[in-house]
T-cell receptor
Framework: GDSVTQMEGPVTLSEEAFLTINCTYTATGYPSLFWYVQYPGEGLQLLLK?????DKGSNKGFEATYRKETTSFHLEKGSVQVSDSAVYFC???????????FGRGTQLTVWP | DGGITQSPKYLFRKEGQNVTLSCEQNLNHDAMYWYRQDPGQGLRLIYY???????QKGDIAEGYSVSREKKESFPLTVTSAQKNPTAFYLC?????????????FGEGSRLTVL
């Protein structure tokens, strides 16, 4: 069935380091793909999205490219900041209209 | 401002008691969802509704109930049949068509069973 596999954390980086969080999915057709971010004690916020193959989503210095050939949507940022410390979730929209399938989340901690 | 409001933010319950979590949205979205979040397990879908007076079970519906009497409201009841109800509960909404299915989330409700 449909599923999302996300790199397990926690991930600990120094400020200005390069970030990659891997995400792969199993689904039929051409799903829409998302990255959400969750700060402590809060709900999820959409970080970026891509709706078709080869699309690149970007926001706040984060980027992810929809790779259909590898069924991946890896999240990257060239230089992380302390304020990026949060939990990041990869998700895709499955065959059921509107329903999103989420990965398990990756905890990122950035030290000054 | 448009958004999703969940209440209460924190809730304590004794074993054997039912509790209802409120979720209201003013985004004019058709679909609403309830997710449960536990440490290390990501988000799991409890129930969802795509239209008023209709809803479907998600992956972990046992011990929960919902209603959708109004488009803007989707309350979740955690019943005494739910064996391990302590968790963080997230409500979300989306349009059915367009916007690529993006979900908008509330701030969450943390339920603790004493």
């Amino acid at each position: 069935g449909d599923s999302v596999t996300q790199m397990e954390g926690p991930v600990t980086l120094s400020e200005e380091a390069f970030l990659t969080i891997n995400c792969t999915y199993t689904a039929t057709g051409y799903p829409s793909l998302f990255w959400y971010v969750q700060y402590p004690g809060e709900g999820l916020q959409l970080l970026l999205k891509a709706t078709k193959a080869d699309d690149k989503g970007s926001n706040k210095g984060f980027e992810a490219t929809y790779r259909k050939e590898t069924t991946s949507f890896h999240l990257e940022k060239g230089s992380v900041q302390v304020s990026d410390s949060a939990v990041y979730f990869c998700a895709y929209r499955g065959s059921t209209l509107g329903r999103l399938y989420f990965g398990r989340g990756t905890q990122l901690t950035v030290w000054p | 401002d448009g958004g999703i409001t969940q209440s209460p933010k924190y809730l304590f319950r004794k074993e054997g008691q039912n509790v209802t979590l409120s979720c209201e949205q003013n985004l004019n979205h058709d679909a609403m969802y309830w997710y449960r979040q536990d440490p290390g397990q990501g988000l799991r879908l409890i129930y969802y509704s795509q239209i008023v007076n209709d809803f479907q079970k998600g992956d972990i519906a046992e011990g929960y109930s919902v209603s959708r009497e109004k488009k803007e409201s989707f309350p979740l009841t955690v019943t005494s049949a739910q064996k391990n109800p302590t968790a963080f509960y997230l409500c979300a909404s989306s349009m059915i068509e367009g916007q690529s299915g993006e979900l908008f989330f509330g701030e969450g409700s943390r339920l603790t069973v004493l």
